[in-house]
C-alpha cells in the first residue's frame, strides 16, 4: 500500500438525522405498500376486521348513549337539591335578619328602662362604655375603606379561570382592620358588621366571615376616629400593600375621608370563662380499718372535676 493511500471513512447517519429523513416507521410503509399492491388481508380475514370495527363502534355508542341518558335525567335532582339549598339558605338569612331587627328593639328597650331607672351620670358612663366596646351604636366623623376583587385572569386557550393575585383575603380585611385599630380608630365595622375585642375575620371556603357572619364584596371597611385618621392609615403598612396589589393585579383599593358616619352595635357576646374547680376532699377512713397492703393510688381520696381534673 502507497503511503499517499488513506483507507475511506465511513459516516453512519446520527439519530436525528435519520429521524428527519424517514419520521414514519418501516411498518407502516410496509403495510401501505401492502394495500397499494393488494396484499391486504382477504376473504374472512377483512370480514372478521370489519365486524370486530362495527362491533366496536357499536359497542362505544351504546355506553355514550347510556351515559348521555343517566347524566339528563340525573340533572332536574340535581338542580332541585341545588335550588332547595338556595331556598334554605335565602330562608335562614331572612329569618337572621328578622331576629336581628327584634335584638335591636329589645336593646332599645332595655336602655330607655335602663337610662329611666339609672342616674344622669351612670346612664352616661354606661353608654360610653358600651360605646368603647361595641355593645352601643356610635356616630362620628371618620374613614371609610373599600376594597374589591380584581377581574378574574381566564385561561386565552382553556377558558378557564386562573388564580386571582387581585381577589380579596380575609387577611386583608384584618390587615386593614388593624391598621386602622393602630391608626387610632374609636370604632369600626366591615360591612355593616361591627368590631370587638372577641370578632373573627376568616375565610370558610370561598367565603369571608365576620363574626361568623358571611360578607360579600365589594367590602367596605367603616371607622370612626380622630382628623388624623385618615392620614396616619394611608402611611400604614397594609395600605401599602393593597395599593401594590391594585396596581399589580387590578384589585379594587380606596380610602376617603367621610362626615356623620354611624356604625350600628355588635352582638351580645358569648364569654365564655373559667370556674374554681371542685375543692378536693378527703373520704372518711372506717373505724377499724388497717393497714392497706398495697400502695394507695396517687389520686385516692381525690374528687375529680367534671372536666376529667385536667389542667
Not at 188 to 209: F, K, M, V
Amino acid at each position: 500500500m502507497s503511503a499517499d493511500r488513506r483507507p475511506e471513512r465511513v459516516y453512519a447517519p446520527d439519530f436525528l438525522t435519520e429521524l428527519f429523513r424517514n419520521p414514519l416507521d418501516p411498518g407502516y410503509s410496509d403495510a401501505a405498500a401492502s394495500r397499494r399492491a393488494g396484499r391486504g388481508p382477504t376473504g374472512w380475514r377483512r370480514r372478521s376486521i370489519r365486524v370486530v370495527t362495527v362491533v366496536t363502534l357499536a359497542a362505544l355508542g351504546f355506553l355514550l348513549a347510556v351515559a348521555y341518558r343517566q347524566t339528563i335525567e340525573g340533572e332536574p335532582g340535581r338542580s332541585q337539591a341545588r335550588a332547595g339549598l338556595v331556598a334554605q339558605i335565602k330562608q335562614r338569612e331572612s329569618e337572621t335578619d328578622e331576629l336581628t331587627r327584634r335584638v335591636d328593639e329589645l336593646r332599645a328597650e332595655v336602655n330607655r328602662q335602663r337610662d329611666a331607672a339609672l342616674s344622669g351620670s351612670d346612664a352616661a358612663r354606661l353608654r360610653d362604655l358600651e360605646a368603647g366596646t361595641g355593645l352601643g351604636r356610635v356616630r362620628g366623623d371618620g374613614v371609610l375603606v373599600r376594597v374589591a376583587d380584581g377581574p378574574s385572569e381566564a385561561d386565552a386557550v382553556t377558558g378557564v379561570g386562573g388564580t386571582n393575585l387581585g381577589k380579596v383575603l380575609d387577611r386583608d380585611l384584618q390587615d386593614v382592620a388593624n391598621a386602622l385599630w393602630s391608626a387610632g380608630a374609636e370604632a369600626i365595622s366591615i360591612n355593616g358588621q361591627r368590631l370587638t375585642a372577641t370578632s373573627t375575620i376568616r375565610a370558610a371556603g370561598g367565603a369571608i366571615l365576620v363574626d361568623f357572619r358571611p360578607v360579600t364584596g365589594p367590602y367596605e371597611v367603616s371607622a370612626i376616629g380622630p382628623g388624623q385618621l385618615e392620614r396616619r392609615f394611608r402611611s400604614s403598612a397594609a395600605a401599602a400593600l393593597l395599593r401594590q396589589v391594585s396596581v399589580e393585579h387590578g384589585m379594587s383599593f380606596d380610602v376617603r375621608k367621610v362626615d356623620d358616619l354611624t356604625l350600628p352595635a355588635a352582638g351580645e357576646p358569648q364569654l365564655r370563662y373559667a370556674v374554681p374547680s371542685v375543692s378536693p376532699s378527703v373520704s372518711p377512713v372506717p373505724s377499724g380499718a388497717g393497714r392497706s397492703s398495697s400502695p394507695a393510688s396517687p389520686g385516692a381520696g381525690k374528687s375529680l372535676s367534671p372536666s376529667g381534673g385536667g389542667r
